[in-house]
């Protein structure tokens, strides 16, 4: 079987093998469209719109006032999701745009574009993005974010084992909701540096993340992260290891991974693998301890 325009051969033996080349060229067609999307048509879509807006005399801010400006920018923004909608582990599907004017899709574009590059944030379903500060997880909200923005300036989050509400004042006053990401991705890249987290981020009283973040911290941290890390190097799937919290409140180290399979090569057959951690953490840092490895969703 031959795809008509890739040159691609496929050999096929009966019918479960024509099931998966029909899914193999559908998935060589849908990779054929997202890259035109990208490098033709969106391109081709914004010349379009930078060229009437500059006959119009328009800023970048004036732009969407002007109906049919604005349009055209939209379009563009439409295609950029479409293009890049399965990324991040279908961030932008979480969203519904048929009603998002053109800034909102641009901020929503720009969020998921920034958390392709992050290396401390990722997207674990529902618009729910997970990130991490000294074994400590902090989840972001985007959905309520931006369901809950007419009623203030924050960005909706969670921190901790049990998800304990908190709310990031970070919000930029004019800027969609949907671009309110952008800061605390930015920050998750940085480790979440405290003279941040102090300064503009600060929140009230028990909605402050600097109060939930040192209700959480341990201190015993760092030594069991390390003793996490070698155990699983040694066994040859420390990539399946995403992220390692440990919370002395509850004697608590809870392992990440992002797929079931990788749960599955972290708890290891019949337990072994992460048994044999449990004993190793114990021996080194006290009976106390409970190690459990979790997806991350």
């Not at 295609?79 to 961030?91: C, S």
């Not at 009603?99 to 997207?123: A, C, I, Q, V, Y």
């Not at 049990?162 to 990031?168: E, K, V």
């Amino acid at each position: 079987m031959r795809g008509d325009d890739t040159g691609i051969v496929i050999e096929v033996t009966g019918v479960k093998g024509l099931d998966g080349a029909l899914s193999e060229l559908q998935k060589e067609d849908e990779d054929s469209f997202r890259k035109w999307l990208m490098e033709v048509e969106s391109p081709r879509q914004g010349e379009a719109a930078d060229r009437l807006r500059e006959e119009r005399g328009l800023t970048e801010f004036e732009m969407w006032d002007d109906e049919e400006v604005a349009h055209l920018y939209r379009d563009r923004e439409v295609m950029w999701y479409e293009a890049r909608k399965e990324e991040n582990n279908g961030f932008l599907k979480s969203f519904d745009i048929r009603s998002m004017d053109g800034p909102s899709l641009r901020g929503l574009n720009m969020t998921n574009e920034l958390l392709g590059k992050s290396k401390n944030s990722e997207h674990i379903g529902d618009g729910k993005i997970i990130t991490f500060k000294d074994g400590v997880r902090i989840v972001l909200l985007c959905r309520d974010t931006i369901t809950g923005a007419q009623e203030g300036l924050s960005i909706e989050a969670r921190v901790g084992p049990y998800h304990r509400r908190i709310c990031i004042n970070t919000a930029t006053p004019g800027c969609p909701p949907t671009e309110w990401m952008t800061t605390p991705i930015l920050m998750a890249g940085s480790g979440w540096p405290d003279w941040v987290l102090e300064g503009a981020m600060r929140g009230d009283g028990r909605l402050d993340i600097n109060y939930q973040l040192r209700l959480w911290k341990s201190e015993e941290y760092q030594p069991i992260e390390e003793l996490v890390t070698q155990h699983y190097d040694s066994l040859g799937i420390g990539e399946a290891v995403h992220s390692v919290e440990v919370y002395t409140r509850h004697n608590a180290v809870i392992i990440g991974t992002l797929s079931k399979k990788g749960k599955m090569k972290l708890i290891g057959k019949r337990g072994g693998n992460v048994t044999d951690l449990r004993k190793e953490i114990k021996a080194k840092m006290g009976e106390r301890w409970v190690v459990s490895v979790q997806r991350l969703v």
